[in-house]
């Protein structure tokens, strides 16, 4: 079992390109989230999906945009990219917003 | 929104000795708590939860109480190895969607 899988593993942008992050789960779950890392602040939930068709904003999902067009599949878009999201992003998925989440590996993105 | 605030951000244990790391919530909403552990280069895993319902669970080594009164709850790791050097999470579940708190990094020296 794959679990989820998140490409490319590391990424260098320049301030005001675009770019999408990729999230594939092989699990059939319905929930999908994407998060951002940083050092002294834990884990900040970007956007979310409950199923194919149906996005909702997290608490930081300002410069980012997301689809789920399939259970599958939710990738994460940087719309112009900007020094400060410079990160380590993660996707998850579970079967219900209160269960476990399995996290992909992460992409870590550097904005120069 | 809901806030969790986690300590100690670093924590160093001698191999053998006991690890506690404390987080505190803000809604009362909140009906589950799990915690996380994120070894070096990888994704975040679940070690263990628990559920407003349950007071305190244990799993081998691992053991979490939760005081839904205080609006607290505590990850207790007994006899300390090196492999649980890693960074952990806790994380509250109000209103459909996870507040993690900011993380302790667990250094345990031999």
């Known amino acids: 079992n794959a679990g989820v899988t998140q490409t490319p593993k590391f990424q260098v942008l320049k301030t005001g390109q675009s770019m999408t992050l990729q999230c594939a789960q092989d699990?059939?779950?319905?929930?999908m989230s994407w998060y951002r890392q940083d050092p002294g602040m834990g884990l900040r939930l970007i956007h979310y999906?409950?199923?194919?068709?149906?996005?909702d904003q997290g608490e930081v999902p300002n410069g980012y945009n997301v689809s789920r067009s399939t259970t599958e599949d939710f990738p994460l878009r940087l719309l112009s990219a900007a020094p400060s999201q410079t990160s380590v992003y993660f996707c998850?998925?579970?079967?219900?917003?209160?269960?476990?989440?399995?996290f992909g590996q992460g992409t870590r993105l550097t904005v120069v | 929104g809901e806030n969790v605030e986690q300590h100690p951000s670093t924590l160093s244990v001698q191999e053998g000795d006991s690890a506690v790391i404390k987080c505190t919530y803000s809604d009362s909403a909140s009906n589950y708590f799990p915690w996380y552990k994120q070894e070096l280069g990888k994704g975040p895993q679940l070690i263990i939860d628990?559920?407003?319902?349950?007071g305190e669970k244990k799993d081998q080594r691992i053991a979490v109480t939760l005081n839904k009164t205080a609006k607290h709850f505590s990850l207790h790791i007994t006899e300390t190895q090196p492999e649980d050097s890693a960074v952990y999470f806790c994380a509250a579940f109000p209103w459909g969607k996870l507040q993690f708190g900011a993380g302790t990094q667990v250094v345990v020296t031999p």
């Open positions: 699990m059939n779950h319905e929930y």
């Open positions: 998850a998925s579970s079967s219900d917003p209160g269960a476990e989440a399995f």
């Open positions: 628990i559920r407003s319902n349950v």
């Open positions: 999906s409950v199923g194919a068709g149906i996005t």
